[in-house]
């Protein structure tokens, strides 16, 4: 149960009321110089097509208060990672490919994410942050398509929140992949909207969308 009040000179546990406004939170996936940065390891020119829709969203999102997080590759450069199994080394803690691309850093306050599989889920925090914040569409934006984002949209699905997906902030290098990707996240996981539509839900005050 969520606790409703917050009166730090009474005896008791501590209690709190997340915003009304986080019940439709932004998760922005691996918006990092790895992607959209010609000299970053994954970069393919597509990439950059959703930048100026991802950055309408983010503006959308922080005028109308709403949570947003921040879920970026990190890697430790000294020690083995099972994940260079299948993808060379890459985001390693620091250096240029794990920078958030330029106008997308974090706002004071918005928090980070920072994981080591395609999931924004899998070993974070991330569940638990958003539940504490009473989250239940998450709008779920970046790259790629078949990959980082399919997997952190299913997770949320199993989770036990409402998956969006906008069709103009995502992409991948393989559009064939990307396509049977949305059409499975519509028809097994959550929603897929325009860019129209997630903006109008932003401006809507106390909303979670449709």
Not at 62 to 83: I, K, M, P, Q, T
Not at 98 to 112: N, R
Not at 135 to 162: S, Y
Request: aromatic share 10%.
């Amino acid at each position: 149960m969520i606790p409703t009040s917050h009166d730090a000179s009474r005896s008791g546990p501590f209690t709190w009321r997340p915003k009304a406004g986080h019940r439709l939170a932004l998760a922005l996936i691996d918006v990092d110089n790895a992607f959209f940065d010609p000299r970053g390891a994954f970069y393919y020119p597509d990439a950059e097509r959703v930048l100026e829709p991802l950055g309408r969203l983010l503006a959308a999102a922080r005028a109308s208060g709403r949570l947003v997080v921040h879920a970026r590759e990190w890697h430790r450069s000294d020690l083995g990672d099972f994940e260079s199994y299948k993808l060379p080394p890459h985001c390693v803690r620091n250096d240029f490919d794990a920078l958030p691309f330029p106008g997308f850093e974090e706002a004071p306050g918005e928090p980070v994410v920072q994981k080591r599989r395609y999931s924004a889920f899998f070993a974070t925090d991330l569940a638990l942050l958003l539940r504490e914040q009473a989250v239940e569409r998450l709008i779920v934006a970046g790259v790629k398509t078949n990959v980082c984002i399919r997997a952190t949209v299913q997770d949320a699905f199993a989770h036990g929140f409402r998956p969006t997906v906008v069709r103009e902030t995502v992409n991948s290098n393989r559009p064939h992949l990307h396509a049977a990707t949305m059409e499975d996240i519509e028809r097994y996981f959550g929603d897929v909207v325009d860019e129209a539509t997630a903006l109008r839900w932003m401006r809507e005050t106390e909303s979670a969308g449709g």
